[in-house]
């Protein structure tokens, strides 16, 4: 157990639908990161938030949203969504949310399905 | 931003051999470089880590070499065990203070 949580494990839904992915992150950790894997893409930075606020910008889609709430929890919010958007989503979490040398604890993943 | 090259996709090897696992990257501005282990069903989770103020890192059976000359490094692992076989994933801190990481390579340990 890494230390961040991650619910749902598991979500099917259907194309046009809305989901919301939440993390809890690693207890002392302010700053959480969101990343999409799929098969051919590999790991995409997402979005990072650090103690409430938008930190970093990564290749996130406009039907896409984030926050992270005063209790540092975050959600992923993923709207209108395509089959294409089928994919793991994960969550990882650090101490600090400066530039670059942030060592990131991952969650275990949700992994999304869209028919 | 940055750009990261890893090779090879995919590694077989013998059970007690090395394996090698290589990446490249773009920013030359990078100063940390951390290597990813993920297990299927799992999230990454590091192995081991290099800043740019060093040239080798080693922790029991893994190592990592830097080249910042070249915009390089790699990931050793000696002695190759089952429980080795996994993607692993070498990342690179991109300009927007993210990691972007590498495609990963998918290592198998034959018995």
């Known amino acids: 157990d890494s230390g961040v949580t991650q619910t749902p494990k598991h979500l099917i839904t259907a194309t046009g639908q809305r989901v919301t992915l939440r993390c809890s992150p690693r207890s002392g950790d302010l700053s959480v990161y969101w990343y999409q894997q799929s098969l051919d893409q590999g790991l995409q930075f997402l979005i990072q938030y650090y103690n409430g606020e938008e930190r970093a910008k990564g290749n996130i889609l406009e039907r896409f949203s984030a926050q992270q709430f005063p209790d540092l929890h975050s959600e992923l919010n993923l709207s209108s969504l395509e089959l294409g958007d089928s994919a793991l989503y994960f969550c990882a979490s650090s101490v600090t949310g400066g530039y670059g040398a942030n060592v990131l604890t991952f969650g275990a993943g949700s992994r999304l399905t869209v028919l | ?111």
């Open chain 2, 1 to 111: 931003g940055e750009n990261v090259e890893q090779h090879p996709s995919t590694l077989s090897v013998q059970e007690g051999d090395s394996a090698v696992i290589k990446c490249t990257y773009s920013d030359s501005a990078s100063n940390y470089f951390p290597w990813y282990k993920q297990e299927l069903g799992k999230g990454p989770q590091l192995i081991i880590d290099i800043r740019s103020n060093v040239g080798e890192k080693k922790d029991q059976r893994i190592a990592v070499t830097l080249n910042k000359t070249a915009k390089h490094f790699s990931l050793h692992i000696t002695e190759t065990q089952p429980e080795d076989s996994a993607v692993y994933f070498c990342a690179a801190p991109g300009s927007a203070r993210q990691l972007t990481f590498g495609s990963g390579t998918q290592l198998t340990v034959l018995p």
